[in-house]
């Protein structure tokens, strides 16, 4: 199936500093999302955007709506060690309810 | 708000034998649910969408009638894998959407599917 081209694939990162991941697309979508993955359990959903040029911001974390509507990015700053996760972004367009998932990216936190 | 469940969280079941998987939307009704299977270290990838009270739309490449799905109310959706093989071991997670004003999925926390 239809799948985002999601980087880096992983990064290992010392606690404190700012992260960066992003998702392409060469289909358009209407609504770009961020969602968060811990070991065996469901994504939970961090960041909705709805608009191409959309910028928006959840406590440490903000997320913008690339302005060709194929690309978004999720940055994290001053990481803690909670941060660690897959971090997943989805995509959803063309009038379908269906979420299409990007391959994660792995964060790994150093205390 | 927005709580979805998952029953059983884990279970393990002898290759030829039927499992069914609940998904439960705790404080919201779901019009669609959606049911997802994930392989390790892997992506999300959609198995089918379900809506309450009419059949359930499969992902190509999903068998329909191995992998049963009834919606048979607006909080309840069930996943039966029949005849289970050792090839369908996975993380099977579900999703609900609440409608109305919001029209994003929710997760459950997934079912770990191990089949001897």
């Known amino acids: 199936g239809q799948q985002l081209n999601q980087s880096p694939q992983s990064m290992f990162i010392q606690e404190g500093e700012d992260v960066s991941m992003n998702c392409t697309s060469s289909?358009?979508?209407?609504?770009w999302l961020w969602y968060k993955q811990d070991p065996g359990e469901g994504p939970v959903l961090l960041i909705a955007?709805?608009?191409?040029?959309e910028l928006t911001s959840n406590g440490r974390l903000t997320a913008q709506f690339g302005i060709t509507r194929k690309d978004s990015f999720l940055n994290i700053s001053a990481s803690i060690p909670s941060d660690v996760g897959i971090y997943f972004c989805?995509?959803?367009?063309?009038?379908?309810?269906?979420?299409?998932f990007g391959k994660g990216t792995k964060l790994t936190v150093n205390p | 708000g927005a709580v979805v469940s998952q029953h059983p969280s884990w279970v393990i079941c002898k290759s030829g034998t039927s499992v069914k998987i609940e998904c439960r939307s705790l404080?919201?009704?779901?019009?669609?649910m959606f049911w997802y299977r994930q392989f390790p270290k892997q992506s999300l990838m959609l198995m089918a969408t379900s809506n309450e009270g009419s059949k359930a739309t499969y992902e190509q490449g999903v068998e329909k009638d191995k992998f049963l799905i009834n919606h048979a109310s607006l909080t309840l959706s069930t996943l039966t894998v029949t005849s289970a093989h050792p090839e369908d071991s996975s993380f099977y997670i579900c999703?609900?959407?609440?409608?109305?004003?919001?029209?994003?999925?929710?997760f459950g926390p997934g079912t770990r599917l191990t089949v001897t």
């Open positions: 955007l709805y608009k191409a040029g």
């Open positions: 989805a995509g959803r367009g063309g009038g379908s309810e269906k979420l299409v």
């Open positions: 404080d919201f009704q779901a019009t669609t």
């Open positions: 289909s358009i979508f209407n609504t």
């Open positions: 999703s609900a959407v609440p409608g109305l004003a919001d029209y994003e999925q929710y």
